[in-house]
């Protein structure tokens, strides 16, 4: 079983850059692929960016040069740095565990899933 909490959301102004962070529990957070997904009103549950137990990194089209999700095994945590945010950015993000070892990018390959935590990008 893995634990994963969410934080470092806020409401910031276009432009500027957040920080999200998610703590995982348990002895085996090296060998899980880690995702971010973000949630908007209305829509669907979407896709950010994952890393592999590797280092290995994927992102979505719309974030792709603009946010850097990292993890450092040893504080059995994964980070999402994102710059230059967008109003359209603005969702809740969830950071979610996958048992694969592949770069996985599909909602139903992660096993484990967080609360989320609301980042707000105001015009």
């Known amino acids: 079983q893995v634990q994963l909490v969410e934080s470092g959301g806020g409401l910031v102004q276009a432009g500027e850059s957040l920080r999200l962070s998610c703590a995982a529990s348990?002895?085996?957070?090296?060998?899980?692929?880690m995702g971010w997904f973000r949630q908007a009103p209305g829509k669907e549950r979407e896709f950010v960016a994952a890393?592999?137990?590797?280092?290995?990194?994927t992102y979505a089209d719309s974030v792709k040069g603009r946010f850097t999700i990292s993890r450092d095994n040893a504080k059995n945590t994964v980070y999402l740095q994102m710059n230059s945010l967008k109003p359209e950015d603005t969702a809740v993000y969830y950071c979610?565990?996958?048992?694969?070892?592949?770069?996985?990018?599909?909602?139903?390959?992660?096993?484990?899933w967080g609360q989320g935590t609301q980042v707000t990008v105001s015009s």
């Open positions: 890393i592999n137990r590797s280092g290995g990194s």
């Open positions: 979610a565990a996958s048992r694969s070892w592949l770069l996985v990018i599909s909602r139903s390959l992660y096993d484990y």
């Open positions: 348990g002895r085996t957070f090296s060998s899980y692929t």
